[in-house]
């Protein structure tokens, strides 16, 4: 290895924090992800990185090796020695839990910052809502030896199901050689709505790196190269291809080409519709009834989000900022089809003048849609929040007092002993309440919708998960409709 990197894994293994910078040489830049992938090194955000203390003894060594595949090597050479173990997720989860629950009941928060950074944790907090969740937010990443040693040193008893053995060095390597990426396939004439979805991706919380666009340089098509090329090199298994659909995208034959590779090469498929574009319109290797959403649809956003954390195994960043990120970029988007519909407008009137050489105005002209004797009816529903009663299950609506109160009881029913929680839950009921008081939306009609209100009301006074299942079986809906 290169003496400057020698010297900045010294630093590491002396207590320092790391940040990367384009200064720092390329082994440096290269070797950083691998040893964060090896569990080594933990990310704190803002490209800086700290040492795990429990794996102090395996950064000595690679310093020792002076080579991080002779490193590798060492490693394999210890497949004869007992191998460690991997906890299932289902026991994984239990385990986070009980770890959190005993700190939780067990120590100041001073104590919890303390306790955890002698496991190598970065934990500073001076004050928090919930020490449970503070310290489950901070542990939830952890090697799984680290929370098996942390386990035993607490004293917690459980039986623990674990996963059949595994080798760290060939993990890494798989890992390295199969980063898990985001691939945008689109047309060059959409570059505006696709750089908004870079936008959205980077506010989910996917790298750049991670993020392969031939159109935008910095997203792994350096300058100079064969996009072509580069473009054939990421498609894999370990790929989701954002397919950012529209006329421009099916008038190119390069777009066509690539969806054709695409699809066949890689398993995750999202279609993402620029309108007027529609699903009607879908052509080639993507069914018209492949699930996807169109670039301006609000409530699709989240399942994206999800969707996206799931396959990158992304930590979800906090709900509210999501939002905030999601609705200032869905009105950049929205501008950007109000300004192209303008533009269409414009072509008419001069291809208009060209053909018949009258200099006529041709308004826009707005989708008018048919309405029918239910539309103008609305939900009894409507801004309204319920729960159904216990004898005929028929909707007990309430008032602001009643809501209050009942958001009261059942926080202080789920967390009796942690005034904390109480607090946390009870703000978020909150929250949902508001969810549950906003219009219906314009597409999904009134019979159906009360339907849906009342499947969620025997959630009862749950009003979190009331606006999760209405959220979903609204999603259900608008699928039904284009099958």
Same mark, same amino acid.
């Given at each position: ?42 990310? =704190? ?30 490693? !394999? ?6 191998? !460690? ?177 695409? %699809? ?31 670039? #301006? ?24 900022? %999501? ?55 609305? =939900? ?18 309430? #008032? ?12 202080? #029913? ?16 909150? #929250? ?52």
């Amino acid at each position: 290895m290169e003496e400057r990197t020698v010297e900045i894994l010294s630093n590491l293994l002396g207590g320092s924090s790391i940040s990367l910078t384009k200064s720092n040489t390329s082994e440096v830049l290269e070797l950083f992800p691998k040893l964060r992938n090896l569990g080594i090194l933990t990310f =704190s955000g803002k490209s800086s990185y700290h040492l795990n203390f429990s794996n102090r003894a395996l950064l000595k060594k690679l310093i020792e090796l002076d080579s991080f595949e002779g490193f590798l090597n060492w490693l !394999d050479s210890k497949n004869d020695e007992p191998k !460690d173990r991997a906890l299932n997720p289902t026991t994984r989860m239990d385990v986070l839990k009980q770890i959190s629950t005993y700190l939780q009941k067990t120590f100041t928060t001073k104590e919890i910052n303390t306790l955890l950074t002698g496991y190598g944790f970065r934990a500073e907090a001076e004050a928090v809502v919930s020490k449970r969740v503070y310290a489950l937010e901070i542990i939830e990443t952890a090697p799984d030896q680290i929370l098996l040693k942390m386990v035993e040193d607490m004293g917690l008893e459980f039986e623990l199901e674990l996963e059949s053995s595994f080798n760290i060095s060939k993990m890494e390597r798989s890992n390295h050689q199969k980063e898990r990426r985001v691939f945008i396939s689109h047309s060059n004439k959409d570059l505006e709505i696709v750089e908004q979805l870079i936008e959205v991706l980077e506010a989910i919380g996917v790298e750049s790196s991670s993020i392969f666009c031939s159109s935008f340089e910095g997203y792994n098509v350096g300058l100079g190269e064969d996009f072509l090329q580069s473009i054939k090199n990421e498609l894999s298994s370990d790929v989701i291809v954002l397919f950012v659909l529209s006329g421009n995208f099916f008038s190119s034959p390069i777009c066509l080409c690539e969806m054709g590779a695409t %699809w066949v090469s890689t398993k995750e498929h999202v279609p993402i519709l620029i309108p007027p574009f529609d699903y009607s319109d879908m052509k080639g290797v993507i069914p018209p009834t492949h699930k996807g959403m169109k670039v #301006n649809e609000l409530e699709k956003y989240n399942s994206l989000k999800e969707r996206i954390e799931t396959f990158m195994t992304l930590k979800p960043i906090n709900q509210s900022v %999501w939002e905030r990120k999601r609705n200032k970029i869905l009105n950049s988007i929205n501008s950007l089809l109000d300004r192209s519909e303008d533009n269409q407008v414009l072509e008419q009137n001069s291809s208009h003048k060209r053909n018949t050489g009258e200099d006529v105005t041709i308004n826009k002209v707005p989708k008018i849609k048919k309405v029918t004797a239910q539309d103008k009816e609305e =939900s009894k529903f409507q801004g309204k929040v319920f729960v159904p009663l216990k004898k005929d299950n028929s909707p007990y609506f309430l #008032n602001e007092k009643e809501i209050d109160e009942l958001i009261k009881e059942y926080a202080a #029913n789920s967390y009796p002993d942690d005034y904390s929680m109480q607090v946390w839950r009870i703000k978020e009921e909150r #929250n949902a309440v508001q969810e549950l008081k906003k219009p219906r939306p314009s597409d999904i009609p009134v019979v159906n919708y009360d339907k849906i209100r009342v499947s969620a009301a025997s959630y009862g006074p749950d009003f979190g998960m009331q606006v999760f299942k209405i959220k979903e079986l609204i999603d259900d809906f608008r699928e039904l409709q284009t099958l």
